[in-house]
């Protein structure tokens, strides 16, 4: 018997039903990720988001211009991914220093303490606040050798950063929680480099393993240093030290103190690829005399009232732009000028800082004060 046009109608209109209620969320999240492929101008790793933030409904909003591209996805149970990808070509020219903030924050020194490397074959950084916020953001340098991409001024594109700030509710005291904040932004990182057509080298597809940030606590003796501070000399009231490993992060630090470190007394930084860049036009856009800065010379005394000074190295991996490493003494505000001894151990200090993070990075001798 045939059946009526009313009839199968019908019938569409239960298999319909049928499909939403059971196989059309497979259509329904098909949908979704159309939206999140077309998120951050196409680079956002879809299947590394859905790994991470799960199988649900994932909203998304996106902002995309002229070499940066931001997007935000948000899911059920306060969990989201915010991304940018910052073509980092730009970051050293007039006007764009680190007052226009034209690449993402690395999370410095955040309250949960001094940001460590990603590792894992990643120039990266891993930072977080305190641990009950579940929050982490992750930054990754990429290096471009040659670019099928052009900035806006028709340079080939040299670099690329990767930033993600997750948010997961999870602890991250458990090193197994750890990594899982790190995978949107790897995945991400590397669909970039495809649609830059950046040739770059890419670190590991998964990170195993990821360290926590180094709290004020977590003071050592100077002398059995390993890490940012290694080969670093004590001094008088220069004893103890806060550093983090070195896995080729794009900014390194290493702080210094008392015998209990209730007084932090030096800070050590070195700077590579746009982030030294970034640092050197924001001295040219500071500049309030004719002084020689980080922006116009290798070497030099920052503050000739204090203990500050600079150096630099070549770097031939990071796109020919050179390192920058600096080193401030830290003190109260009324605190007396330094002694022509302090003054001397602040360069002696920088410089054997320099000379380890130059080597670990590939670069050249350092040229120091």
Same mark, same amino acid.
Not at 62 to 70: E, I, K, L, M, N
Not at 164 to 182: C, K, M, S
Not at 357 to 366: F, N, R, V, Y
């Given at each position: ?6 009839? /199968? ?83 050293? =020219? ?9 690449? !993402? ?27 009950? %916020?579940?929050?982490? /953001? ?54 970039? *480099? ?9 670190? *590991? ?7 926590? !940030?180094?709290?004020? =606590? ?14 670093? !000399? ?32 030096? /800070? ?10 970034? =640092?050197?036009?924001?001295?040219? =856009? ?6 020689? #800065?980080?922006? %116009? ?6 503050? %000739? ?32 000028? !330094? ?28 040229? #120091?004060?």
């Amino acid at each position: 018997m045939a059946l009526t046009r009313k009839r /199968t109608v019908g019938i569409a209109a239960v298999a319909a039903a049928a499909l939403l209620a059971g196989g059309g969320a497979f259509w329904l999240y098909g949908q979704n990720d159309r939206e999140l492929a077309r998120a951050c101008d196409g680079m956002l790793a879809v299947a590394d988001v859905r790994a991470v933030l799960g199988d649900g409904r994932l909203d998304v909003e996106t902002d995309s211009g002229t070499g940066r591209d931001s997007c935000e996805v948000t899911a059920g149970g306060g969990r989201s991914a915010r991304v940018e990808i910052v073509d980092a070509t730009r970051a050293g =020219e007039p006007g764009l220093g680190r007052l226009r903030d034209p690449l !993402p924050d690395l999370g410095g020194s955040s309250a949960r303490g001094l940001a460590v490397p990603v590792g894992s074959g990643w120039s990266g950084l891993f930072a977080a606040g305190d641990d009950e %916020d579940g929050k982490a /953001t992750v930054t990754l340098v990429l290096t471009c050798a040659r670019s099928t991409a052009k900035t806006v001024t028709g340079k080939p594109v040299t670099g690329l950063v990767v930033s993600v700030r997750t948010e997961l509710g999870a602890t991250l005291d458990d090193p197994a929680n750890r990594p899982a904040y790190t995978r949107i932004a790897t995945g991400t990182a590397a669909k970039a *480099a495809d649609a830059y057509g950046c040739e770059t080298r890419l670190g *590991a597809q998964r990170v195993r393993t990821v360290g926590l !940030p180094v709290t004020r =606590e977590e003071y050592e003796p100077l002398t059995g240093a390993t890490g940012t501070c290694a080969g670093v !000399p004590a001094a008088p009231g220069v004893t103890t030290a806060r550093e983090t490993a070195r896995a080729a992060a794009p900014v390194e630090r290493c702080l210094l103190g008392d015998d209990d470190y209730a007084d932090e007394r030096y /800070t050590l930084e070195a700077r590579f690829g746009p982030y030294a860049a970034l =640092e050197r036009a924001y001295y040219a =856009e500071r500049r309030y005399d004719s002084d020689p #800065t980080p922006a %116009d010379a290798p070497k030099g005394h920052l503050n %000739d009232d204090d203990a500050d000074y600079w150096a630099s190295a070549a770097c031939p991996g990071d796109g020919g732009e050179r390192a920058l490493f600096v080193v401030q003494r830290t003190h109260l505000r009324d605190a007396p000028r !330094p002694t022509a001894a302090e003054q001397a151990y602040a360069r002696q200090a920088l410089r054997a800082f320099a000379e380890r993070a130059a080597k670990a990075h590939g670069c050249a001798a350092p040229t #120091t004060p």
